[in-house]
């Protein structure tokens, strides 16, 4: 089992940016698929960025154009780079390290099928509060 802890979050004024990191406790290189999903009170996990072994992207559509998701093999820890932050961006963000099988696209529409795998992990989360 693969441990990961986020860090990062913090409140914030609308328009404003924040570097969500995400630190595994051993090496995530080569992982079939990782993510940044969030979650609101009241509502379900929301798949936000993904990022395969190959280092190809892809975004929810409410994020594109502002969110960057990245790794950093070497320190064993994946990013989260965001900008012009929304008030419909607070949430809890939380990174998962999908480990396999993949037998889904690395995207964001199957997370919703993705997060059930036994052999998807994540942390505990750190808390994004955006401002108007």
């Known amino acids: 089992m693969v441990q990961l802890v986020e860090s990062g979050g913090g409140s914030v004024q609308a328009g404003g940016s924040l570097r969500l990191s995400c630190a595994a406790s051993q090496s995530i290189y080569g992982s079939y698929c990782m993510d940044w999903f969030r979650q609101a009170p009241g509502k379900g996990r929301e798949g936000v960025a993904a990022i395969d072994s190959d280092g190809n992207t892809n975004y929810a559509d409410s994020v594109k154009g502002r969110f960057t998701i990245s790794t950093d093999n070497a320190k064993n820890t994946l990013y989260l780079q965001m900008n012009s932050l929304k008030p419909e961006d607070t949430a809890m963000y939380y990174c998962?390290?999908?480990?396999?099988?993949?037998?889904?696209?690395?995207?964001?529409?199957?997370?919703?099928?993705?997060?059930?795998?036994?052999?998807?992990?994540w942390g505990q989360g750190t808390q994004v509060t955006v401002a108007s």
């Open positions: 998962a390290a999908d480990l396999g099988p993949p037998q889904y696209d690395c995207d964001v529409d199957s997370w919703p099928l993705r997060q059930l795998s036994p052999e998807n992990y």
